[in-house]
């Protein structure tokens, strides 16, 4: 099963997110109080578990939810490989369209400060939310259709 590990949010732009118990996703726009939340088409991030753990592997053991600047921090799911236009159902509520996979690391990105190399240019994906909803730790992340 598919599910999220940890609900990631940052005031600010650039820097780590904290993990919080409970998120609220609105529609077309994001989840409340981050700080990449918009009218865009990257309202939430995605990355797996898996991933971070690769990074561990690479430099630092200091790595946590969050760190990759991820909303969404997710286990058992390759999110990297779902194709653009992929709907997400994270758990009763929300529903996520897959709108980019990957992205470029911008200059003086903390993560590749601490690191040396984030993974989240290559494996973390972006959203936009179709359905609002709340959204905790253990939700079942379902596939709804793959394009």
């Known amino acids: 099963m598919a599910k999220i590990i940890a609900v990631n949010i940052s005031e600010k732009k650039g820097t780590p997110k904290k993990s919080i118990q409970e998120g609220i996703m609105i529609e077309n726009f994001g989840l409340e109080g981050d700080a990449h939340a918009g009218k865009w088409h990257r309202q939430i991030s995605l990355l797996g578990i898996e991933s971070i753990e690769k990074a561990k592997g690479m430099r630092t053991d200091g790595l946590c939810h969050g760190v990759f600047a991820e909303n969404l921090t997710t286990e058992g799911i390759v999110l990297y490989t779902l194709p653009i236009g992929t709907k997400l159902k994270i758990g009763s509520e929300a529903i996520l369209e897959v709108t980019q996979i990957g992205k470029e690391c911008h ?41």
């Open 107 to 147: 200059e003086g990105c903390a993560v590749s400060k601490l690191v040396g190399q984030c993974v989240m240019p290559k494996e973390g994906i972006f959203a936009k939310v179709i359905q609002g909803g709340a959204v905790r730790p253990e939700d079942e992340i379902r596939i709804l259709n793959e394009q």
